[in-house]
């Protein structure tokens, strides 16, 4: 197990010099986790349910000194999708171990209540956290091995990861077996929305869903598929060659006004807005309203703003992060600049995160190894990375405040399903021991 003697400032090519640097908290060569039993661990290991070099982290979150991840399980030999750990190292533990989150039982393959592919997650000022399931496990393979409606599941951190609610999405609105939820932004107003981006690659679009109504649509248009133009392309020269839409997704911060959603297809060089009055009406055309605002120098999964205005995203084959200060721009071609940029710990910046004291994370997670099957295990492969704002995320005003937040009342059957599968993996503990 790795410790950690000094944390690491990242060496950079380029490195802005009104940010502050970002330094490698946590590294991984492989994932491994809390198990049950080490019995549980090594038949999973013979049933080639964990295959150690296949588990990538790539959603991340921070509540209250926990860091959330996802560990999507692309491919076989995943068997924990959503996992907790401390948010700073333990013993100066560079690589500790996952623990399943909310339970072992949320992970069973192939039981559609328990998780099955988590892309991303996040988390609202209150502590609910928002977990969008796409229902496929082994998405990069030929043959999955189950097939569940794609959903959405809200959990209560305050109260170990109690389920608040859940919702399937109609299949008009997602395709089942067909998609890959891969991340959302939430928005306080109207009674709660959530908009998620759906890279179904033949039905691609943003995925709105409203708290207070309980139900989804989808806004589509032509800036949310995928560029052949940007597809190949390379990362520590491994060619990438998926032609993917619509992935990053980010919100403008909270205010009073007319809010931003700015979004990027993988395979595209190009960053666009919609203002979310046009999602929120259920537009069927939203032609005019789609803003081109620009070019980026390489192709864009995750990104994220800051609750100042500052768009953080990451540039896959510069290996680098970059921003954009929309309060000291307007135009994202001039505006834009890299801020990291790092040939070996920055390879494929994926998610972003702000913890309550102004800390900007990034996972980085070299995914075109998983995309190939070929991850080196005796190398860290998966990082995270963090570095000083001083500011919150786009879900708080900027003086740190948060609006009035929803409330999400629990329904009955949520809490007995929950109060079910805490007490089915309570007693499997006791057994095993």
Not at 97 to 119: H, I, N, R, Y
Not at 122 to 131: L, N, T
Not at 174 to 194: F, P, Y
Not at 257 to 282: A, G, W
Request: with cysteine.
């Amino acid at each position: 197990m790795k410790t950690l003697t000094l944390l690491l400032v990242l060496v950079t090519m380029t490195q802005c010099r009104d940010h502050e640097p970002f330094q490698v908290i946590f590294q991984w060569d492989t994932i491994d986790y809390n198990w049950p039993s080490e019995e549980e661990r090594q038949f999973a290991i013979t049933h080639n349910d964990y295959v150690p070099e296949l588990n990538a982290i790539a959603g991340i979150k921070i509540w209250k000194n926990k860091m959330y991840l996802t560990i999507p399980g692309l491919t076989s030999g995943v068997p924990v999708v959503l996992a907790v750990t401390a948010s700073m190292p333990v013993n100066q533990t560079t690589a500790p171990k996952l623990d399943a989150f909310p339970t072992w039982e949320m992970q069973k393959l192939g039981d559609c209540s328990a998780f099955q592919m988590v892309m991303s997650m996040e988390i609202d000022p209150k502590g609910r956290m928002w977990v969008i399931d796409s229902g496929t496990r082994y998405a990069f393979v030929s043959k999955t091995k189950t097939k569940c409606p794609p959903r959405l599941v809200i959990l209560d951190l305050e109260n170990n990861g109690e389920i608040l609610r859940t919702y399937e999405f109609p299949d008009h609105v997602v395709r089942q077996g067909k998609t890959v939820l891969n991340d959302l932004v939430l928005d306080h107003e109207d009674g709660g929305m959530a908009y998620i981006t759906d890279n179904d690659y033949e039905d691609p679009g943003i995925i709105v869903y409203s708290l207070k109504r309980n139900t989804s649509w989808k806004i589509r248009h032509d800036s949310m598929k995928a560029k052949p133009e940007a597809s190949p392309f390379m990362v520590a020269k491994t060619p990438v060659s998926i032609l993917m839409p619509i992935s990053g997704i980010a919100l403008s911060p909270a205010s009073n006004q007319d809010r931003q959603v700015y979004y990027s297809p993988l395979s595209s060089f190009h960053l666009y807005s919609l203002p979310t009055s046009v999602l929120k009406e259920n537009m069927s055309n939203v032609d005019e309203h789609v803003k081109e605002l620009g070019r980026k120098n390489s192709q864009t999964d995750g990104m994220m703003m800051s609750a100042n205005g500052v768009l953080y995203f990451g540039l896959l084959a510069d290996d680098a992060v970059a921003m954009w200060d929309t309060k000291q721009s307007t135009s994202f071609t001039t505006g834009q600049r890299v801020i990291a940029r790092d040939h070996t710990r920055l390879q494929w910046p994926d998610t972003f995160a702000f913890d309550e004291d102004g800390n900007l994370y990034c996972v980085t997670n070299a995914l075109q190894n998983i995309l190939r099957q070929r991850v080196n295990s005796s190398i860290s492969n998966y990082r995270v990375i963090k570095a000083k704002t001083g500011v919150k995320s786009y879900q708080y005003l900027e003086d740190g405040s948060a609006p009035e937040q929803p409330d999400i009342p629990t329904s009955g059957a949520s809490r007995i399903n929950f109060v079910i599968a805490t007490g089915l993996t309570i007693l499997l503990t006791i057994v095993v021991q």
